[in-house]
């Protein structure tokens, strides 16, 4: 198997490395590098520690997260890295949870970050929902999409509805679709009437049935206002 390398190490990653040396700030840990990775007095998870030597000894096995790979040595953090940080929250991503707990106005979803994200009720659904709990439930798996973000207070706003079309946008969608499949342009009543007058005074409509006198006389009536319809728009 390949020896991993520094350069192919990323934020996040997590290892099992070795306690190597103490020093006064911290531990230097073997992660199976080609460079020793180093863990920091102040990254040590849990109540502070004074001294190194009162919660490491050399060769000791433990877990750590890359904090920052570096380019001399990794920094690392025996606490684990949250899924979303603040800066990686972006409008408009879409995001996977665990709905946390259900109010009236909404529920709150876990999604990795250091606060859950809140779905308010009017963003649950396209359709009116009178509480959340027709809708989600505690313990659901769901996915949303981020509406808006504010560090400054903490607060991730997520939407259910956004994922999915509005049912008259699909009604739009299916006719804006049948209309281009359909571009053929349907003649107005001048436009009928002027085509069949051209085509019995072409003679090229075929000669119709017997019909009675009354039959015959409408007949000619509807030639008189075609052929009357047809010089007009000649004229013109």
């Known amino acids: 198997m390949e020896e991993k ?35 920091h007095l102040a990254h040590l998870k849990g109540d502070k520690v004074k001294r ?16 920052n790979p570096g380019k001399d040595m990794v920094e690392l953090t025996t606490s684990e890295p949250l899924a979303l940080e603040w800066r990686e929250i972006k409008k408009g991503m879409k995001v996977t949870g665990a709905v946390q707990k259900i109010e009236k106005f909404g529920a709150f ?3 990795g970050a250091e606060r859950p994200g809140l779905v308010h009720v009017s963003e649950l659904s396209h359709d009116y929902v009178r509480s959340p709990e027709e809708v989600v ?4 798996q769901i996915e949303a999409v981020v509406l808006d973000v504010d560090r400054k207070k903490r607060q991730i706003r997520l939407s259910v509805k956004a994922l999915s079309q509005k049912p008259e946008a699909i ?10 499949a359909d571009d053929t342009p349907v003649p107005n009543a001048m436009e009928f009437a002027l085509r069949a007058a051209m085509e019995r005074s072409s003679g090229s409509e075929p000669a119709p049935a017997a019909k009675g006198k009354r039959g015959k006389r409408r ?15 000649k004229e013109s």
Request: no cysteine; glycine share 8%.
């Open 52 to 67: 190194i030597e009162d919660a490491l000894t050399v060769g000791q096995e433990i877990e750590v997260w890359v904090r």
């Open 171 to 180: 009604v739009n969608e299916i006719n804006r679709e049948a209309a281009e």
């Open 5 to 39: 390398t520094t350069q192919q190490v990323n934020r996040k990653d997590r290892f099992t490395g070795k306690v190597t040396r103490l020093t006064l700030g911290g531990a230097v840990i073997d992660l199976g590098l080609d460079r020793p990775g180093f863990l």
């Open 219 to 233: 007949d000619r009536s509807m030639e008189e206002i075609f052929a009357r319809t047809l010089d007009n728009y």
């Open 137 to 140: 439930k505690v313990g659901e």
């Open 109 to 111: 979803v876990e999604i």
